[in-house]
């Protein structure tokens, strides 16, 4: 399947609400204008945000002020809301928006370039943040566009990681660098690596809606390349991963109140910067299955 940017940019006819895509970066990322996600939207803009969000792999929305079940509404527009992580505190108005909060004392793992719950056989299509508390400096995500990357590797070598099966797990890498873990923490991923064993998964995938190839695998879930040694492994998982790493293919995000961002989880990865300190930065998330 072709989309066009012309077809995204293109704005709804007869609404107040008229969604206008600016570029980002060079090779991924939109900021969305004219949109306030408070409101009800027609239809055809919310035809022409999933358009755009494929196209671009992850949206970026300004001075949006969403209540939980406005926020919860605005992401039903690409799909529907489950449950990502219930260990994870939620809003009371609605289980389905998680609590991300991350300080000097609980540095999160997903400071490593991944893919959302890849861990498993069905993960999300798409996650959404919403800015709730901020530092007053730093915090940012960074994005990395997974089939740009894949597009920078050289023919033969998309040829041959296309032939390849990877098994990725809960934990790869370790749930935390540079952090304590408390004993509750400990005790849940213990949990979850019984709930969910390691999984085969293909190192190249295709993307169901626009047919393009990305780099599936990743730093923080994938343990090895299955049918190789050990040390050959983990050099072909780095070409792959320095391909994600390459910094030309990066949408970094500056963080303000009443900032959301979504994106295609098969289409990019992600991590967060943590430079802040002791203080706290708490985005709120939604996860759609």
């Known amino acids: 399947m072709t989309i066009s940017l012309h077809d995204a940019e293109r704005p709804a006819r007869d609404s107040a609400q008229s969604p206008r895509f600016e570029r980002f970066a060079p090779h991924l990322g939109a900021t969305v204008r004219g949109i ?20 671009h792999g992850v949206l970026f929305f300004r001075d949006q002020q969403l209540t939980p079940g406005q ?32 300080s000097s004392r609980r540095r999160l793992a997903n400071e490593s370039w991944h893919a959302d719950v890849t861990w498993q056989h069905n993960p999300p299509q798409a ?12 915090g940012d995500t960074v994005w990395s566009s997974s089939t740009a990357a894949f597009a920078s590797l050289h023919p033969l070598l998309q040829a041959y990681f ?85 910094p030309e293919l990066h949408a970094r995000f500056s963080w303000k109140k009443g900032s959301l961002a979504i ?20 985005l709120y998330r939604v996860t759609l299955a």
């Open 127 to 138: 996650t959404a943040l919403y800015a709730a508390e901020l530092p007053t400096l730093g």
């Open 162 to 246: 296309e032939t390849l099966t990877a098994t990725n797990f809960v934990d790869a890498i370790g749930h935390a660098r540079g952090g304590e873990q408390s004993e509750e923490d400990e005790q849940r991923l213990s949990e979850l690596r019984a709930k969910y064993p390691p999984i085969d998964v293909p190192v190249i995938s295709t993307h169901p809606v626009t047919g393009q190839k990305s780099i599936f695998v990743n730093e923080l879930h994938t343990t090895y390349i299955q049918g190789m040694t050990r040390q050959v492994s983990e050099s072909l998982l780095r070409i792959l991963f320095s391909a994600v790493e390459n």
């Open 36 to 55: 306030d996600l408070s409101q009800p939207l027609p239809s055809e803009v919310r035809t022409a945000l999933r358009r755009g969000l494929h196209e």
């Open 71 to 102: 926020l919860l509404e605005a992401t039903q527009i690409f799909g529907e809301p489950l449950r990502h992580n219930p260990y994870l505190p939620s809003l009371e108005e609605n289980g389905g928006v998680e609590i991300i909060e991350s």
């Open 263 to 282: 994106w295609d989880n098969r289409l990019v990865q992600h991590r967060a910067i943590h430079d802040y300190g002791a203080e706290r930065r708490v």
